[in-house]
């Protein structure tokens, strides 16, 4: 399947700081990227939807002043984390799509995001 | 999308299958069935998907009732690595749609 990278895989940073994780899909182009967010023991859960070029659509109860999204090309999404607190602590998960029918998400291998 | 219902946990021996259900009894009919799975502290793997035929590659097996109201993924000779979290799930596979994740099933290898 299509490959999707993220960076950094894991990440410690202070409260009050910014944080950005980058989703890259490098053998493919994406129209659509999605980014996740899992707590310890949860499910995933979608934060928000960004096609190429356009404005992110965050889902509901997602702050998007504190979540920028960016999706300026096909092949790299980035989502900051914006004075970061210690309750934003959690697993970030990219994923991306082209825009063919039927196609499946492929997934990146996730971002580990602990703020002191 | 349509809900799904999957059992919270499941064990199985190495080397034999595991047979994985799930009920999606409000399904639509534009609506396929997906199988990701997501190995610990790992980003999820997509696994297969179909519509209403039954589905073969060289991961799993996916078993669609005639009805389409439940499936079954069949893992042929689970591994240790096999062992994972499960989520089932439906979804229109246009380009717009999105994937909602459930609880999913713990599928627990063992020796």
């Known amino acids: 399947g299509a490959v999707v990278s993220q960076h950094p895989s894991r990440v410690i940073c202070k409260s009050g700081t910014s944080v950005k994780i980058e989703c890259r899909s490098l053998?493919?182009?994406?129209?659509?990227m999605f980014w996740y967010r899992q707590f310890p023991k949860k499910s995933l859960m979608l934060m928000a939807t960004s096609n190429e070029g356009s404005k992110a659509t965050y889902e509901q109860g997602v702050e998007k002043d504190k979540f920028l999204i960016n999706h300026a090309s096909l092949t790299l999404s980035t989502l900051t984390v914006t004075s970061a607190h210690p309750e934003d602590s959690s697993f970030y998960i990219c994923?991306?799509?082209?825009?063919?029918?039927?196609?499946?998400?492929?997934f990146g291998p996730g971002t580990r995001l602990t703020v002191l | 999308d349509a809900k799904t219902t999957q059992p919270t946990s499941m064990d199985c021996a190495e080397g034999r299958a595991a047979n994985l259900p799930c009920n999606h009894s409000t399904i639509s009919g534009n609506e396929y069935v997906y199988w990701y799975r997501q190995i610990h502290s790992q980003g999820p793997q997509y696994i297969i998907h179909?519509?209403?035929n039954n589905e073969t590659n060289e991961m799993a097996s996916l078993i669609i009732t005639e009805d389409r109201k439940s499936s079954t993924l069949i893992l042929p000779h689970a591994t240790l690595r096999d062992t994972a979290v499960y989520y089932c799930?439906?979804?229109?596979?246009?380009?717009?749609?999105?994937?909602?994740f459930g609880e999913g099933t713990q599928l627990t290898v063992n020796p």
């Open positions: 799930i439906v979804r229109v596979a246009a380009s717009g749609s999105r994937l909602t």
């Open positions: 994923s991306a799509r082209d825009g063919s029918p039927g196609n499946e998400q492929f």
């Open positions: 179909g519509l209403k």
């Open positions: 053998d493919f182009q994406a129209t659509t």
